[in-house]
């Protein structure tokens, strides 16, 4: 069993930054893809950014040029830098690790999401 715990969320005004982190229990890193995801109040959860172990990102089109997902691998933790925020931006984010064995999505594993909201 793998914990994740998010933390960083905060209120932003728009055009602000802020920098999420994730602490993972184990490492897992190097055999597992770790993302960001978000959802917004009557919305489904969706991806924001994702960091595969050979360090292939992947990002919403939604967020491309204003956030960067990274991973220090000494400290087990990943990180969101989100730039230029926007209200739209504004949702529970969430932490989560999975590993890809032939092709089926396993050891999925979420945090509990850390609140961010964007708003003068």
């Known amino acids: 069993q793998v914990e994740l715990v998010e933390s960083g969320g905060a209120l932003v005004q728009p055009g602000g930054s802020l920098k999420l982190s994730c602490v993972a229990s184990q490492r897992i890193f190097s055999i597992s893809v770790m993302g960001w995801y978000r959802q917004a109040p009557g919305k489904q959860r969706e991806m924001v950014a994702t960091?595969?172990?050979?360090?292939?990102?992947n990002y919403a089109d939604s967020v491309k040029g204003r956030f960067t997902i990274s991973r220090d691998t000494a400290k087990d933790t990943l990180y969101l830098q989100m730039n230029s925020l926007k209200p739209e931006d504004a949702a529970v984010y969430y932490c989560?690790?999975?590993?890809?064995?032939?092709?089926?999505?396993?050891?999925?594993?979420w945090g509990r999401g850390t609140q961010v909201t964007v708003s003068s």
């Open positions: 989560n690790s999975y590993r890809l064995m032939q092709s089926k999505r396993l050891f999925d594993y």
């Open positions: 960091l595969t172990p050979s360090g292939t990102t």
